[in-house]
């Protein structure tokens, strides 16, 4: 039997080697010259520009679990979420503002009530016509609120013509930033004094980018088959009255509750209240 000196000895011998395989294996990428999103070219030639972006790589490459748990997800959300951009003319790259929000979590929700993949506040989200209530939240609904998105990226884009700008204001509103940028005589929220959160916000998207472009450069290597696979969808029943019973409902179509729920994130409750007899689209995966 070991003595106790030497059972120490030998843990601080394993942590050592750990840290030192942990050291090795961790990557950073380098801040790169000037990068392009969205079509629009951003540089880092400022140490202020530098340093920010430098933070949020470094961030990205150690908060693994993390930066796993999204590359996993990506193909599955961005299957939906792409197309619905594309058909609404918003660049490809506002997709990683969507990352930032909710690390593509779509049952996601924060201590201040924000909801979904792309966080809408309740009364937000029924500004732009979700429905939002403890038995039905489309804020849920990945193609209903990825089309409520779109509407508040397009009009924000008309009034700043800069998609960072744009980012900005959907972490702090369009009033504040509109506020910041007359206040201190600028025309890009890159430039401006903000809180830290906000500040770090359009950052944060921009390494999301080159995570996601090249996870290989931040010391991931996700394959193929780790990835998540995308719900299949068998069939899609629209329903214009009331569902008492969700559970009997998912049986009656070859599934479970529970695979039901998980393809339908914004059904609240074990029932669907349907007074006035609107129509849902409620969709049936495949039993896998």
Not at 198 to 221: D, Q, V
């Amino acid at each position: 039997m070991k003595s106790h000196s030497s059972i120490i000895s030998c843990i601080i011998a394993s942590a050592a080697a750990l840290v030192m395989c942990v050291n090795v294996s961790a990557q950073t990428p380098k801040v790169p010259a000037s990068m392009t999103f969205a079509n629009e070219t951003y540089r880092f030639d400022r140490s202020d520009l530098y340093e920010r972006m430098d933070r949020e790589l470094i961030a990205f490459s150690y908060t693994h679990s993390t930066s796993t748990l999204m590359l996993k997800r990506a193909d599955r959300i961005f299957k939906d979420v792409v197309p619905i951009l594309k058909e609404n003319g918003i660049p490809e790259d506002l997709k990683y503002l969507m990352v930032i929000e909710s690390n593509l979590d779509p049952s996601a929700k924060s201590s201040a009530g924000a909801a979904g993949l792309w966080q809408f506040m309740p009364a937000t989200a029924r500004e732009y016509g979700l429905e939002v209530n403890t038995n039905v939240d489309e804020r849920y609904n990945i193609e209903k609120e990825t089309a409520a998105a779109c509407k508040y990226l397009k009009a924000a884009y008309q009034k700043y013509g800069d998609w960072m700008t744009v980012a900005a204001s959907y972490n702090a509103g369009q009033g504040g930033i509109t506020s910041k940028l007359n206040s201190q005589r600028q025309a890009s929220a890159m430039d401006l004094w903000l809180v830290d959160e906000t500040s770090r916000y359009m950052f944060r998207i921009l390494a999301a980018k080159m995570m996601f472009e090249n996870p290989m450069s931040f010391g991931f290597n996700i394959s193929a088959e780790d990835k998540y696979k995308y719900i299949q969808i068998k069939e899609v029943v629209t329903v214009t009255t009331e569902i008492s019973d969700l559970v009997s409902f998912a049986e009656k179509h070859g599934v479970s509750y529970a695979q039901l729920k998980r393809a339908n994130l914004w059904l609240r409750e074990a029932k669907l209240n349907n007074a006035s007899h609107k129509k849902y689209l409620i969709k049936i995966p495949e039993d896998m």
